[in-house]
């Protein structure tokens, strides 16, 4: 099992920048992807975006690509740039990882553990 506590959370006013980090203890060594997800009051959690342990591949949902970049150290750590946020990315982040080669990467129920998450505001 692997162990994950997000931070870099907070509010900002649209159009700011806020990066997140995930950091990994455990069984990291058996970690094939690391991704994060959201989940805004009364939606159902969503896919954001993802990454391979070599980060040689990133994968974004629609909604966020062009504004966020996902990065890794290895497997001990995932990040999460977002920029030229908007009201709509309000959201609880919460960062996961899966030890399976084959992934589908925006199924959440892939994931084998996740992190409590980090709340993330922002103002209009």
């Known amino acids: 099992q692997v162990h994950l506590v997000e931070s870099g959370g907070g509010s900002v006013q649209a159009g700011g920048s806020l990066r997140l980090s995930c950091a990994a203890s455990?069984?990291?060594?058996?970690?094939?992807?690391m991704g994060w997800f959201r989940q805004a009051p009364g939606k159902e959690r969503e896919f954001v975006a993802a990454?391979?342990?070599?980060?040689?591949?990133t994968y974004y949902s629609d909604s966020v690509k062009g504004r966020f970049i996902i990065s890794n150290d290895n497997t001990k750590a995932v990040y999460l740039q977002m920029n030229s946020l908007n009201p709509e990315d309000t959201a609880v982040y919460l960062c996961?990882?899966?030890?399976?080669?084959?992934?589908?990467?925006?199924?959440?129920?892939?994931?084998?553990?996740w992190g409590q998450g980090t709340q993330v505001t922002v103002s209009s």
């Open positions: 996961a990882v899966d030890h399976n080669y084959s992934l589908t990467y925006n199924d959440l129920d892939a994931y084998d553990d």
């Open positions: 455990g069984r990291t060594s058996s970690i094939w992807h």
């Open positions: 990454i391979n342990r070599f980060g040689t591949g």
